[in-house]
């Protein structure tokens, strides 16, 4: 008897465990199905649920991307300086070659070129060489290129500076979206917030992910860009020595070589 009662308890274990198996697995479905759903969210869905505020921060995230390649390449050290030219620019001044020196700025044209090329033209051939003139030339165009260099670099701290603010736009009318569902919906239907406080949400990280970048960028230029223009600023004023003298100023051994 006690044989036929454990061959009955193992059989009915038999039949029990795949039917229990097949409940978990049926209640782990919906639970993974959901999982799945969080995962299949696309890039182009979480911008949708952002809302209007997405259009205005994706031009800036454009707008971003733009300014952060046009300053890569336009402000180059061996751009904006023309290191290559600096040995015959030396020549010259030494040969007090003025003309051949304007000539020589006119065909390479950068910020070095267009700033040297102010204070060539205030020099004369036929008197003497008034050197406070010729600074002051010098300082007039490196003013007005200067400014006009710091132009796209200041576009990326005005990106930086007001793409988090829409970003909290974006959020508080999310927000108020959500409270307004509230207020006639009720708490009893939680999805029906989702969408409300995406919104806010989506919003607000898009706005830093386009503002971290951009401030950064801006830094990293306007701090390279003062270097370039204090290296700008030696190298004039070693040519200006140059041209008063007629010897070569010290540490400007190198560029003559």
């Known amino acids: 008897m006690t044989k036929k009662i454990i061959k009955l308890a193992f059989c009915l274990s038999l039949v029990a465990a795949p039917i229990a198996f097949a409940q978990e697995a049926a209640e782990a479905a919906p639970e993974e199905a959901a999982v799945a759903n969080v995962q299949q969210t696309t890039l182009w869905q979480m911008i949708k649920q952002g809302g209007w505020a997405m259009w205005p921060l994706g031009l800036m995230s454009v707008g971003m991307v733009y300014f952060i390649v046009q300053n890569g390449l336009a402000l180059r050290e061996k751009v904006l300086l023309r290191p290559d030219l600096i040995p015959e620019f030396i020549q010259l001044m030494k040969d007090k070659k003025i003309v051949e020196a304007h000539s020589l700025c006119k065909e390479n044209e950068t910020l070095f070129t267009y700033v040297f090329q102010a204070g060539l033209e205030r020099c004369s051939t036929t008197r003497e060489i008034n050197f406070g003139k010729v600074k002051e ?59 409300n406080i995406g919104e806010a949400l989506v919003t607000t990280a898009t706005g830093l992910l386009i503002a971290i970048p951009s401030m950064l960028s801006y830094y990293y230029f306007r701090n390279s860009f003062i270097k370039t223009t204090a290296t700008l600023g030696r190298n004039i004023g070693g040519l200006l020595d140059t041209l008063e003298t007629g010897e070569l100023p010290l540490g400007f051994e190198e560029h003559a070589g």
């Open 137 to 195: 030339g010098i300082d007039e165009a490196s003013t007005e290129e200067i400014t006009s260099y710091m132009k796209p670099i200041d576009y990326l701290s005005i990106i930086g500076a007001t793409a988090p603010m829409l970003g909290l736009l974006g959020t508080v009318s999310g927000m108020i979206k959500a409270f307004q569902t509230i207020g006639s919906q009720g708490m009893g239907k939680p999805e029906a917030l989702a969408g």
